[in-house]
């Protein structure tokens, strides 16, 4: 916000706003405690570099859904 006030540019702005409707979107599609999960595993993720159980690599998960490579 001080960035904005200071230049006149709101696009740091929009970009947390757009940050907050993307979570909000997630969290009234599949409620707070799908959220708070989905928060912990990546959070688990991050930290010690192994994926959740039944997790594939994004280059699985392409193959399995048709999708180009």
């Known amino acids: 916000m001080k960035q904005a ?7 740091e702005v929009e970009k947390a706003l757009a940050a907050w409707r ?7 599609a599949h409620g707070v405690d799908t959220y708070r999960a989905m928060l ?5 993720r991050l930290r ?5 159980a039944g997790a594939v690599p994004w280059s699985q998960l392409k193959v ?4 180009p490579g």
């Open 22 to 28: 993307m979570t909000a979107t997630v969290t009234a």
């Open 40 to 44: 912990h595993s990546s959070g688990e």
């Open 5 to 11: 006030t200071e230049t006149f540019d709101l696009s």
């Open 64 to 67: 399995e859904l048709g999708l």
């Open 48 to 52: 010690t570099g192994e994926r959740a």
